[in-house]
């Protein structure tokens, strides 16, 4: 596992929009244009969320004509998922706590017990 890549990853991922764009993607290969039209900023704006999609390894691009398709590619999510593997215990464990504790105060105001 590459740390910097996971790092990077993650910094590419901090954005929603580029979130959005990854989630679209999800569904298969879209040109810029089609990635562009649901969201209310310009092109040139999805251009570069793009641009750093593509930098992070993140997303594929190839020419078709005159068009830019983009692809998901997934290898730098596999990669990020295995760096977060040892931390899923630890929060799996915490939300539980909290799963549990959110339980027994909603038993409570059932019953009339204060908190």
Same mark, same amino acid.
Request: proline share 7%; aromatic share 6%; glycine share 6%.
């Given at each position: ?13 901090? @954005? ?6 990854? =989630? ?7 040109? *810029?244009?089609?990635? *562009?039209?649901?969201?209310?900023? !310009?092109?040139?704006? %999805? !251009? ?7 930098? !992070? ?5 190839? !020419? ?8 998901? /590619? ?6 990020? /998922? =295995? ?8 929060? *799996?464990?915490?939300? @539980?706590?909290?799963?549990?504790? %959110? ?9 009339? @017990?204060?908190?």
């Amino acid at each position: 596992m590459c740390y910097a890549c996971a790092v990077q990853a993650l910094q590419a991922l901090a @954005d929603p929009v580029r979130r959005e764009l990854l =989630a679209l993607l999800a569904g298969g290969e879209r040109t *810029a244009g089609e990635l *562009a039209e649901p969201f209310p900023i !310009s092109r040139p704006a %999805i !251009s570069r969320h793009l641009r750093v999609l593509r930098e !992070s390894g993140l997303v594929r691009v190839r !020419s078709d004509g005159r068009e830019r398709r983009y692809a998901l /590619d997934p290898a730098p999510l596999r990669e990020l /998922d =295995a760096w977060l593997e040892p931390y899923r215990d630890l929060w *799996a464990h915490r939300l @539980d706590a909290l799963d549990t504790e %959110i339980a027994r105060g909603r038993r409570a105001r059932r019953n009339g @017990d204060p908190l």
